[in-house]
């Protein structure tokens, strides 16, 4: 596609349940980063795909969040029994490679209630 | 204390002023992203520079690798501008370390 397409937009989920949260890069990017901003702050990682793979998985806060690039194009970031503290905006974003310029979706805001 | 650090963290200006946001990484970096996000926006990719200097329209993106340090201009500020900067310095593995941002509103 033309950009990196997020979806869904918003997402508002009640405590303990589950949720996926898909990311749609630019075709022909190998490269694809999930990011997490909570409010006020700025974004910080989470993992990162290179084709395939989890080349880093890092910054993933803990087991219950875990992703998924099957096919080397879309992705999926799954959160098992979401938290409060879950809520923030989860960013994506998509590179050509390690030279090439980011290109971020517009954010799933997900809220737990 | 972060990796990046930006300074200000809210600026406020006149149309019409020259902005100069600065950011600082304490970490050894391939290239440093400069990047826009709108409030209630996504993020808009400005610049990525690892050397010298980049022009677009308004905006002047400078980094000194040996200092640690990049700058991010804006010429003739425009209300359009408003909006949060961040600076991401991209590591050696591919991540975004992203500074805390700065925030600018320009008044007509």
């Known amino acids: 596609g033309a950009g990196v397409s997020q979806t869904p937009s918003n997402k508002v989920t009640e405590k303990g349940k589950y949720v996926e949260l898909r990311c749609d890069p630019i075709s022909g990017h190998t490269a694809l980063y999930w990011y997490r901003q909570s409010l006020g702050q700025g974004p910080e990682f989470l993992i990162y795909f290179q084709g395939t793979g989890a080349a880093d998985d890092s910054g993933l806060p803990n087991d219950r969040f875990f992703a998924v690039r099957p096919e080397g194009s879309v992705s999926t970031l799954k959160i098992q029994r979401t938290e409060r503290g879950d809520s923030a905006v989860y960013l994506c974003?998509?590179?050509?490679?390690?030279?090439?310029?980011?290109?971020f979706g517009s954010g799933t805001r997900l809220t737990v209630v | 204390k972060n990796e990046v650090e930006q300074s200000p963290q809210n600026l406020t200006a006149q149309e019409g002023e020259f902005i100069t946001i600065n950011c600082s990484y304490s970490v050894g970096i391939s290239a440093l992203h400069w990047l826009q996000q709108h409030p209630g926006g996504g993020i808009v990719s400005l610049f990525m520079?690892?050397?010298g200097k980049k022009k677009h329209g308004r905006l002047i993106a400078t980094i000194n690798i040996q200092e640690k340090h990049s700058s991010l201009h804006i010429t003739a500020s425009h209300p359009r501008d408003s909006a949060v900067y961040i600076c991401a310095a991209i590591r050696n593995t591919d991540k975004l370390i992203f500074g805390t941002g700065t925030r600018l509103q320009v008044f007509p």
């Open positions: 974003a998509s590179s050509a490679d390690r030279d090439g310029g980011y290109t």
């Open positions: 520079l690892s050397s």
